[in-house]
């Protein structure tokens, strides 16, 4: 081979440069143009230059991204930028001229052996596995809880830990929201990249922050040229961990500032599946937990630590709050909350079988392992900053929602400590074979408090009404009553299933005279009724002004009215009668009767509650009771909202011993006389059936034949549903009622109003139809799984009507999903709903916890955080 310079220009940019000694053989060497000695390997390098025996491979980059320089201020030098916006800082940054620091590894009080600091580097991580070993304990277990990307360089015999961070804001860290593997193939992903962009320059280097404080010198530049020069976190830790027998290593990405994922949890549980948490001996495992600051999220994970390693010391007498109640009831709102009872930690409490135990031993874990940063603090503390926010008028209205979020992420924590301790509690002896995910699942109560514990709507003032904030709007309109009957019962959309043995009846929102009406039309001697049960349920708040009904609703979002996921019925109508108050009070207000109309301001002359209205009636009419089940519009209902109307069908069903006659009529409504009232109606249907014998039509082979497109869809014929019915006894059968009592329900319904189990596929086609409106689309997928999870506990609803029919339904509904439901796999069922029958990849909304947070109300937060 010649040893002459060929012509050939060299790529734009040239990567990796290495060397080998050594005469080229003529294998090694490709001539690809004729008369030259330029070469290209078989592994897509660049063109060898052969020169002194000397080959030099330059690699031809997969690195397409454009370079984009930029500087973290007016007057900073510019440079490199990873994905064109982030730059690494220093963790812990140091002033100019210091190189040392004192990292602080804290362990909890009492002499537990749980442990947190904040980011080591990888000489101080060495140290700190090094100090425990000395301590003798039989294994410890290291935690990196840091989900955002951290590299460590290669400086002065140590590996210093940077993060990525945005060139606009050097002091809060990137949130990427990954689980493990995306975060360790993320972070290696952006090692990959900066070696890409640091060996275009001549020297290798790379850009640096170390001290964002005074800018002095910055940006520091290091040669980062090969991997060796810049570990990620995995090989940080995992390395320590190959080389020491008794050192295990987990990272958990938990969040910045919220709760962990459900997945994250498992992760940290496996860690106790794999092995006891306590040695025959009575020694047990230290845990070592870190992220970037030593607060916060090591501080969770501290106490969940705490909470797993104490827990099978504590004896009855320890765990038990003895005199905590005493000291509560003599607590004020405002020292109540210091001491961590908000509403949805009051609400869980009360969900939970030993509630008020499991926050006591939460709030001694927090004690023993937040020294510095103590969780209740931190919430009391950020509602008061918000509370001071709100009176200041010249704050923005983006920093106070900024401020409501952090309120609301270190609620999340707490509730989810609570939460986790009470797992402990019940898989500690069966030594955790179910997942933390699998155990929230079964308990679907406290899945529905944590999506909606927080939400804006729950502390807001009736008051909002005189600022214009919120507004009334009419509950009739044009086009409601797509059945016809105001003119003869002045309500919209009365009707009855199509049984003639079954009285069940729906409707929309009654007027006190629609009320009236109905409840004589049922009592008259024609229809024969002896009484009627008429139930409400809203669970929005609603008044009649001057013979007409009007919700409150968003002055930003006037369609639908503020509802209140998670209220009682004493929640409700302790609102509706403020509301009542406030009108009355100052009597003129804004009014719309039509939203394509511009709102009307009048005065009023009087105002009712629903509850009037039901007593006024029940004054003229004896034989009427009143009952208020609240449900969620467009959702699934929970357990317990079934356990309340089965209480308020068969408590009255008992009474008459309804089997021998057909004297009480149920009445069911809601605001439109559509949604939750047919599926009201659906379940007290079921249940009289089975008291009285399911008629003709509900047989096998009975039913009508349906001859239209995608018929199978439209009968509710998906494969997940196919799957539950395979796994419920008779599950065909049950199947085939449910479908039997909706469709009489909607044989007397026009076809403008879809069928409760056709509107599913209907829904779901309209999402795949909507073009790019990706928020739509995301919309109507929920919507559809949110429909189809309601068909799905009307299936369930009816197998426990079968399973518990001998025992005469003492076993609530809600009860006998844990305890038969549970155990036969339904809550893995309802945790993956889908449409398998046409989606190869399926949705988030799939999962509870995620289809239940999304149709939340989205409205502003303008109250007050309790």
Not at 324 to 340: F, H, P, W
Not at 384 to 411: E, F, N
Not at 465 to 485: E, F, M, P, W
Not at 605 to 634: F, G, H, K, W
Request: proline share 5%; net charge neutral; with cysteine.
């Amino acid at each position: 081979m010649g040893t002459g310079v060929s012509s050939y220009t060299p790529p734009p940019t040239p990567l990796r440069t290495s060397f080998r000694q050594g005469r080229a053989t003529d294998d090694e060497v490709d001539l690809i143009f004729e008369g030259t000695n330029v070469t290209r390997t078989d592994n897509h390098v660049g063109p060898v230059i052969i020169k002194n025996c000397m080959e030099e491979y330059q690699h031809v980059p997969d690195f397409n991204e454009p370079l984009v320089y930029g500087s973290v201020g007016d007057k900073q030098p510019k440079h490199l930028l990873i994905q064109g916006e982030y730059v690494l800082v220093r963790d812990h940054c140091l002033p100019e001229g210091e190189s040392s620091r004192q990292l602080s590894l804290m362990q909890a009080k009492s002499w537990a052996p749980v442990y947190w600091s904040g980011q080591p580097t990888a000489r101080e991580l060495a140290s700190i596995i090094k100090a425990l070993e000395n301590e003798s304990y039989p294994e410890i277990l290291m935690f990196n809880m840091r989900e955002e990307p951290v590299l460590f360089v290669n400086i002065a015999d140590d590996f210093i830990p940077y993060t990525i961070k945005s060139r606009k804001n050097l002091r809060d860290c990137v949130v990427t929201g990954k689980l493990v593997k995306e975060a360790d193939l993320y972070e290696a992903s952006i090692r990959k990249r900066v070696i890409d962009m640091a060996i275009r320059n001549d020297d290798n280097s790379f850009s640096f922050y170390n001290d964002i404080e005074g800018m002095v010198g910055e940006p520091h530049v290091y040669p980062v040229q090969f991997e060796d020069n810049l570990l990620v976190a995995e090989e940080v830790y995992s390395r320590l961990a190959f080389s020491n027998p008794k050192l295990r290593y987990r990272r958990l990405c938990f969040p910045l500032h919220s709760a962990p994922s459900d997945l994250e949890v498992d992760h940290f549980i496996s860690i106790a599946q794999d092995s006891p948490l306590m040695s025959a001996d009575g020694s047990q495992p230290a845990m070592l937990f870190i992220c970037q600051t030593g607060s916060g999220r090591s501080n969770v994970g501290a106490v969940m630590g705490y909470l797993l390693l104490t827990h099978k010391e504590c004896d009855a007498k320890q765990r038990r709050p003895s005199s905590a109640a005493c000291r509560l009831n003599r607590m004020d709102s405002e020292q109540l909350q210091e001491q961590g009872f908000f509403c949805a930690i009051n609400r869980l409490v009360a969900a939970l079988s030993e509630g008020l135990n499991a926050k006591h031993q939460v709030d001694m874990a927090i004690d023993n392992c937040c020294t510095t940063h103590n969780l209740r603090t931190e919430i009391y503390n950020a509602k008061k900053t918000l509370r001071d926010m709100q009176a200041d008028h010249a704050t923005r209205p983006a920093d106070i929602a900024s401020q409501y979020g952090r309120c609301r992420d270190y609620l999340a924590r707490y509730f989810f400590l609570i939460c986790f301790y009470s797992y402990v509690s019940d898989e500690y002896e069966n030594q955790f074979k179910v997942g933390f995910t699998k155990w929230m699942n079964r308990h679907p109560e406290l899945n529905h408090i944590r999506c909606t514990m927080c939400l804006p709507v729950y502390n807001t003032s009736i008051s909002l009404l005189k600022q214009a904030k919120h507004c009334l709007v009419s509950d009739n309109y044009v086009g409601l009553d797509l059945l016809g009957s105001q003119l003869d019962v002045r309500v919209a959309n009365f009707r009855k299933i199509n049984i003639k043995a079954i009285p069940v009846y729906g409707m929309a929102q009654p007027t006190s005279d629609g009320l009236s009406k109905v409840v004589n039309h049922l009592l008259n001697l024609k229809v024969r009724h002896t009484h009627v049960v008429v139930v409400n349920l809203r669970n929005d708040v609603m008044v009649e002004l001057d013979d007409a009904t009007y919700s409150v609703r968003d002055s930003g979002k006037v369609d639908e009215p503020i509802i209140f996921p998670g209220y009682s019925k004493t929640d409700l109508e302790d609102k509706e009668e403020e509301l009542k108050r406030t009108i009355r009070k100052h009597k003129t207000f804004q009014l719309y009767n039509e939203l394509s109309d511009p709102p009307l301001q009048r005065e009023v002359y009087s105002a009712y509650t629903i509850l009037d209205l039901a007593e006024n009636q029940r004054l003229q009419t004896l034989d009427m009771t009143y009952q208020r089940v609240p449900l969620l519009c467009e959702e699934s209902p929970t357990e317990t909202d079934i356990d309340c109307l089965m209480s308020v069908v068969c408590s009255h069903c008992r009474l008459e011993k309804l089997q021998n006659h057909t004297d009480t009529a149920f009445v069911f409504f809601c605001r439109t006389g559509k949604s939750r009232s047919t599926f009201a109606m659906a379940v007290a249907g079921l249940i009289m059936c089975h008291m009285k014998g399911f008629p003709k039509g509900s047989l096998k082979g009975e039913q009508e034949r349906i001859s239209l497109p995608n018929a199978q869809y439209t009968k509710g014929e998906f494969i997940i549903v196919q799957k539950l019915v395979r796994m419920l006894p008779n599950g065909h059968q049950v199947k085939r009622e449910v479908d039997f009592i909706l469709d009489e329900i909607f044989n007397t319904m026009t076809p403008t109003m879809f069928h409760m189990r056709e509107i599913i596929f209907v829904t779901y086609n309209k999402s795949r139809k909507v073009g790019r409106d990706a928020e739509l689309r995301e919309t109507l997928l929920c919507q559809s799984i949110l429909y189809l999870e309601r068909y799905v506990h009307l299936i369930l609803f009816n197998a426990y009507l079968y399973h518990d029919r001998q025992a005469g339904w003492k076993r609530p509904f809600s009860t006998w999903m844990k305890e038969v439901g549970a155990r036969a796999g339904v809550y893995d069922v309802l945790d993956n709903l889908g449409f398998y029958d046409f989606d190869v990849t399926l949705t988030a909304y799939r999962k509870m916890s995620v289809r239940w947070r999304y149709p939340v109300p989205n409205v502003t937060w303008q109250g007050e955080f309790r």
